[in-house]
């Protein structure tokens, strides 16, 4: 008799389990941020029919920067991009945030 075996898979380990990294930022803002930098380095040479070293050094050094962003974001929790990416999306401040004494209130 073959002993037939089925995975049990807990939900809430599953869920709380860390993403995979690379470098210390998770793997899709990492190669998003390559590709990003790497597309508009080719369109600048495309626009500016230049590929000269400057160029190349410009969004090597724009690279780093958004990686020294995400890495900053994401060095406590590994979830740090989804919360700060939730944050801009739907918790926005009102217009008289600033004007109103930093208060959220439309009163004069």
């Given at each position: 008799?073959i002993?037939?075996?089925?995975?049990?898979?807990?939900?809430?380990?599953?869920?709380?389990?860390?993403?995979?990294?690379?470098f210390?930022?998770p793997?899709?803002?990492?190669?998003?941020?390559?590709?990003?930098?790497?597309?508009?380095?080719?369109?600048?040479?495309?626009?500016?029919?230049?590929?000269?070293?400057?160029?190349?050094?410009?969004?090597?050094?724009?690279?780093?920067?958004?990686?020294?962003?995400?890495?900053?974001i994401?060095?406590?929790?590994?979830?740090?991009?989804?919360?700060?990416?939730?944050?801009?999306?739907?918790?926005?401040?009102?217009?008289?945030?600033?004007?109103?004494?930093?208060?959220?209130?439309?009163?004069?």
């Amino acid at each position: 008799m073959i002993d037939s075996y089925e995975l049990e898979m807990d939900d809430l380990a599953v869920n709380l389990t860390k993403p995979a990294v690379k470098f210390g930022v998770p793997f899709m803002p990492f190669f998003l941020s390559v590709c990003l930098c790497f597309f508009g380095w080719m369109l600048y040479q495309s626009i500016t029919g230049c590929s000269d070293l400057t160029g190349i050094l410009i969004f090597l050094s724009l690279w780093c920067l958004s990686y020294i962003f995400m890495f900053l974001i994401t060095s406590k929790d590994n979830f740090g991009l989804k919360i700060f990416w939730i944050n801009l999306l739907y918790f926005k401040k009102s217009p008289t945030f600033a004007f109103w004494n930093n208060t959220d209130s439309f009163q004069p």
